[in-house]
């Protein structure tokens, strides 16, 4: 079945308006999907920024069908789990980067998963930020190789601690740690040239998701000095640096697939995660910069409702599909396309799962500019606890964009959003608010739901987590490690599930077990539902060691350590383990 949906496919392209100068391929064509977190639309040379140096990005621009008005989610975490699912992010239980509202749920197919289904080799390298315990991981989700960090960023609460871009240490799929030699963009490239290089004998998904440019803004000097010289400002610079060395990877990756013979058959995509979050200058940088940046004409950045925020690049290059050429697809579209048009291009099928939100783009892709021009797609930016109606969002259509439900631009004719025309247009705003309603009654039942960490599982025991994913106001979650050496008086909850009954052991600490670190004396006490018990800790301990007895299913998990001197606050680490 496989390949006879393989020949549809092929049948179907050679029928298309492109002409098609390559032979079809003979084979399912690889696929490598590189993403980079936080550059926006106007961080490339070749869609209008003068002063970046993108000219191995700018190659593949010209090689490539672009999609010019491809849109994600406003941050990291959503536009991950719609991408991996197909889905909209908050349908996934993704509408944060903290606060264990950037895990995703289990029951969700996952893009590596429709691979592996169908005889790929799987690999995932850089950022996966969609969970950091079983069964969230990437190894858990249909990542057969692995190599990534902790959290959202490197020097985040669950990453390895000390890591700072250089020479760091990662995870691979069985979780063991591995430092390795060399800038965090330059390892993530390594990693995935090497699992390229060994899955040669098979179809291969190869997954490339770069934690830079994101901050902190940590790059080798020769990066960033060049744009210094220019009038950039900083951090602008060292972030125009970082995309310079992400430049010069992609470089080293398509000359590799030259090499190897693999450049034909291989579907190529280079996308980003959400606008630009240092791409333009702010405050007193704007005021006094030489370079003021560049958002190509567009309003809002990372975070935003208005196109800066979700409109990025989205270029694909598969020669002997026919997908080359240096042509613009116009239509409006969005990350929970990119699984079911894989799908298609393919010629793979996809195991039973959640209904998909997304559409493929095949036909569009070859050509046919008449389809797709009557969609509607939604974005928005929650960074709560509970999504809240209408908060940061965007409708969208072909011409319109209507922002927080009240106010409307045309974007065809306004593309910077700088004219809000809802009062001369109040039937597109009916129609609009509509559509929206409808969406997010659709998204309604997971509000109160929980992605939750499974403790006592055979397949992950114990199981270490960090206050990173605390449900808690967002200003007492310790999420990065400068925070973690503050020793914050803070607390939060975590949502569990206890896999097996039995006795529990609760590891409590302030730093990770890999750093020694004394408590201060006092009580240590660990409430998992109505159970609580409490142990007391010695002076310079280097944890507290709480044991209780659980029975199983889903609860709610708080610790607290309790000091002589009257502080309070919760274990930043806790290790969890099921007592045999």
Known sequence: MRMHRFLIVCSLLLASVVTRNAPLPAAPPNVVLVMTDDQGYGDIGALGNEMIDTPNLDRLYGESVRLTNYHVDPTCSPTRSALMTGRYSTRTGVWHTIMGRSMMNTDELTMAEVFAANG???????????????????????????????????????????????????????GTPEQFTGYCTDVWFDEALAF???????????????????????????????????????????????????????????????ELGLAENTILIFT???????????????????????????????????????????????????????????????????????????????????????????????????????????????????PEKWRKSAVMTERWRLINGKELYDIQADPGQESNVASANPQVVAQLRDAYEQWWASLSPVFDEHVRIVLGADEANPTNFTCHDWHAPQQQVPWHHGMIARNPEANGYWMVEVREPGTYEFRLRMRPSSIVYGLPAGTAKVRVGDVEETAPVEANAPYASVTIELDAGPEKLQTWLDGEDGTSRGAFFVEARRVE
Not at 135 to 149: M, Y
Not at 212 to 222: I, T
């Open 196 to 258: 390229i290089e060994a899955s040669q004998d098979k179809p291969f998904f190869c997954y490339l998701t770069t934690n830079a440019p994101h901050g902190p803004y940590l790059v080798e000097p020769s990066y960033k000095q060049p744009y210094l010289d220019a009038g950039v400002p900083e951090p602008m610079a060292s972030f125009y640096g970082m995309i310079t060395n992400i430049d010069e990877n992609m470089g080293r990756l398509v000359a590799r697939l030259d």
């Open 272 to 386: 980003t995660d959400n606008g630009t979050a240092a791409g333009v200058a702010r405050g007193r940088q704007q005021q006094n910069a030489k370079w003021k940046g560049y958002n190509a004409g567009m309003r809002g950045q990372k975070g935003s409702e208005y196109d800066g925020g979700h409109r990025v690049p989205f270029f694909v290059r598969w020669p002997a599909g026919g997908l080359e050429g240096g042509r613009d697809v116009e239509q409006l579209a969005a990350h929970i396309d990119v699984l079911p048009t894989l799908v298609d291009l393919c010629g793979i099928e996809k195991p039973e799962g959640p209904p998909v939100d997304g559409t493929s783009l095949v036909r569009a892709l070859e050509g046919n500019n008449e389809i797709l021009r009557d969609r509607t797609l939604f974005v928005h930016s929650q960074r709560i606890e509970s």
């Open 120 to 174: 790929y080799r799987t690999g995932m390298f850089g950022k996966w930020h969609l969970g950091d315990t079983y069964p969230l991981r990437p190894q858990d989700q249909g990542f057969q190789t692995v190599r990534h960090h902790g959290g959202g960023g490197v020097g985040q609460t669950p990453d390895d601690w000390g890591n700072d871009y250089f020479d760091d240490t990662y995870r691979h799929e069985d």
